[in-house]
């Protein structure tokens, strides 16, 4: 089989694109574990500390795997999930205005960290119904630059995608914001109506755990751009 035509193009698509996917892949699981590394090192920081106001309060990390690790602040568990795609911003995305993408197009696939947060108890209590929330979105490119979507301070003060290269001391930064946005919503209590019946099992639950299904309601939105991403 002679190699051109589509061949070819089908080589050149390989070459470019799935190795370019590849190193951000790669990168993305570096900056993962430096995430890690710093977690394991905040939780021991706040757990001392803690630990001299009031030792009732928990304060843990844990490893979940390749792709997943688990921060608890006192009531707040957040959930740190490395997506293993790779993503590019939609054609009309608003980002493909600044000449830093024009220039290489190559700049516009990312990877992506994401941090949900949950009520420590939904964990502690096995409650799989509760609900969890997004809390921030990380975008990193072959080249380390990254920006923050989440709440609007996050987005604030990681949005320079252009300038911004991704260091410990950035994930740092952002682990402190995430806990603190965390820690400064409460719990929403559920409409009343939605909780005045139980079922027979349901009764049966509760007596071994609490399951009324729980989650905090965080007042924000992410990214006006509907379409920030596609796979």
Not at 181 to 189: K, Q
Not at 196 to 205: F, G, L, S, Y
Request: hydrophobic share 35%; charged share 30%.
């Amino acid at each position: 089989m002679e190699k051109n035509g589509i061949y070819s193009e089908v080589l050149d698509l390989i070459k470019s694109k799935s190795i370019l996917k590849r190193d951000i892949f790669e990168l993305t699981i570096k900056r993962f574990a430096d995430l890690k590394s710093e977690l394991a090192e905040i939780a021991e920081e706040l757990r001392k500390d803690i630990a001299e106001a009031d030792t009732r309060l928990e304060v843990s990390y844990k490893d979940l795997g390749k792709f997943y690790c688990q921060l608890t602040i006192a009531g707040d568990t957040l959930l740190f999930h490395m997506h293993t795609n790779v993503f590019k911003f939609a054609k009309d995305s608003y980002y493909w205005k600044s000449g830093y993408l024009q220039e290489d197009e190559r700049r516009g696939y990312c990877g992506t960290i994401q941090v949900y947060n949950f009520l420590a108890d939904s964990f502690r209590f096995n409650r799989e119904g509760d609900i969890g929330y997004m809390v921030a979105r990380l975008f990193l490119n072959y080249e380390n630059h990254f920006f923050v979507e989440g709440k609007s301070e996050l987005r604030y003060l990681f949005n320079d995608f252009v300038n911004s290269k991704l260091s410990k001391k950035c994930l740092r930064k952002i682990v402190y914001e995430v806990i603190k946005g965390s820690l400064e919503f409460d719990l929403y209590s559920p409409n009343y109506r939605d909780i005045d019946e139980i079922t027979v099992r349901d009764a049966r639950v509760l007596k071994d755990v609490v399951s009324l299904k729980t989650g905090k309601r965080l007042g924000f939105q992410f990214s006006s751009d509907p379409n920030v991403i596609q796979s």
